[in-house]
């Protein structure tokens, strides 16, 4: 077994990057799957929410880049949700400085979960909002693309945004990374503006489109600050059963694919 790797990742904040993380990781567990969450951002939201005081944490991601910490010594297991993080904490912030010098700086990821790809079934990678070393190192190290989106009018800029540096990644480093798929989060569906986002993305997304989307559910927003994801929370919400659905999605768009 060799994990499939997925990076989830959009150059904008707030658009349910660190909620798809999370609740994915949880609905894969609950599909028997085994999940490492790598939390790339020094904001470290996908680690306090799956539980883990980030203050606490001495020998996270950062530790790992640098060469400081084995990555086996630095997983954590969830507090809640049955899969494990590597963590970040503030201390990520400063590795964009210090990785600029050390060697294979872009591979530091990569090189890393080679280590523990056969534990797993699924890595999801945490990226943060900018073109960082650290997200280089996020789309280094994966295979896959998952792009969340919010169905506003500046959405598909965003998106070809990405895809150009998907481009540009995929002819300097790894000719591999492909989009797995866009998913619609923070979703109205009585909203005009998402019913027409909607159609452009099936004009010109059709293949990438997930068909589940994600809607604006209070109980997702609430499951973080008790770090736990929405499927402990609240089993029933209607966030929880759209992660469940969006997993199984996953599932079937990798089942065909290597790692
Ligand atoms: P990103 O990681 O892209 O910055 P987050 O996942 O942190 O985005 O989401 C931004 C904010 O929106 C957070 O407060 C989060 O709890 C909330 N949020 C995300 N997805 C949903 C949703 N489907 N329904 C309600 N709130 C959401
Ligand atoms: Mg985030």
Redesign the pocket.
């Known amino acids: 077994m060799s994990a499939h790797i997925i990076a989830?990742a959009?150059q904008?904040?707030?658009?349910?990057?660190?909620?798809?993380?999370?609740n994915l990781a949880a609905s894969l567990v609950e599909k028997k799957s085994k999940v490492l969450i790598v939390d790339l951002?020094p904001?470290g939201?996908?680690t306090t929410?799956s539980g883990i005081n980030k203050g606490n944490v001495t020998n996270g991601v950062y530790a790992v880049l640098l060469g400081n910490e084995e990555i086996n010594n630095a997983i954590i297991t969830a507090q809640h949700g049955g899969f494990d993080v590597l963590p970040a904490n503030r201390a990520l912030a400063g590795a964009e400085v210090e990785l600029v010098q050390e060697l294979a700086r872009e591979m530091r990821l990569k090189n890393a979960l080679a280590q523990v790809a056969d534990k797993y079934d699924y890595i999801i990678i945490?990226c943060p909002?900018t073109l960082t070393l650290l997200t280089i190192n996020g789309l280094v190290a994966a295979r896959h693309i998952i792009v969340?989106m919010v169905c506003e009018y500046y959405a598909l800029e965003g998106i070809s945004d990405l895809i150009a540096t998907v481009r540009k990644i995929r002819q300097a480093i790894n000719p591999q990374l492909e989009i797995l798929g866009i998913v619609r989060?923070?979703?109205d569906p009585r909203s005009l503006l998402a019913k027409q986002v909607d159609e452009q993305l099936m004009t010109h997304f059709p293949d990438q489109l997930f068909s589940t989307p994600?809607?604006?559910?209070?109980?997702?927003?609430?499951?973080?600050s008790h770090g736990m994801p929405a499927l402990q929370y609240d089993p029933r919400a209607t966030?929880t059963k759209?992660y469940l659905a969006l997993a199984d999605e996953i599932l079937q768009r990798t089942a065909t694919k290597q790692t």
Do not use: S
């Open positions: 989830v959009n904008k904040g707030g658009v349910g990057k660190t909620t798809t993380v999370v951002d904001q939201n996908a929410g945490d909002p969340p989060t923070l979703y994600i809607p604006r559910n209070i109980r997702l927003a609430e499951a973080p966030g759209a």
